[in-house]
Nanobody
Framework: QVQLVESGGGLVQAGGSLRLSCAASGRIFRLNAMGWYRQGPGKERDLVASITSGDSTKYADSVKGRFTISRENAKNTVYLQMNSLNPEDTGVYYC??????????????WGQGTLVTVSS
């Protein structure tokens, strides 16, 4: 089995910064694309940022220029640096990864989520 464990969420004032981390563990042959999703109050879960195994990145328009996604392959970890936070960034942030446990199949794995609250 593969687990994703997120950390770094919390309460921050508007204009502040937070850094989220997501570490993958378990049976991992290859870690492919990884990403962060956000589910705001009463909203659907939407992609915030993603990064491929080749470090190509993609961002939601609402976070471009403020958030940066990166990964540290030696630690099977993905990060999300969030700057200039505003109340609309409030929500539960979920880590997602495409994992191959054996080199043949790919699995989509989700973390348990970490809450980010931005106060005005």
């Amino acid at each position: 089995q593969v687990q994703l464990v997120e950390s770094g969420g919390g309460l921050v004032q508007a204009g502040g910064s937070l850094r989220l981390s997501c570490a993958a563990s378990g049976r991992i042959f290859r870690l492919n694309a990884m990403g962060w999703y956000r589910q705001g109050p009463g909203k659907e879960r939407d992609l915030v940022a993603s990064i491929t195994s080749g470090d190509s990145t993609k961002y939601a328009d609402s976070v471009k220029g403020r958030f940066t996604i990166s990964r540290e392959n030696a630690k099977n970890t993905v990060y999300l640096q969030m700057n200039s936070l505003n109340p609309e960034d409030t929500g539960v942030y979920y880590c997602n990864a495409e994992v191959s446990p054996n080199g043949y199949n790919n699995l989509a794995v989700w973390g348990q989520g970490t809450l980010v609250t931005v106060s005005s």
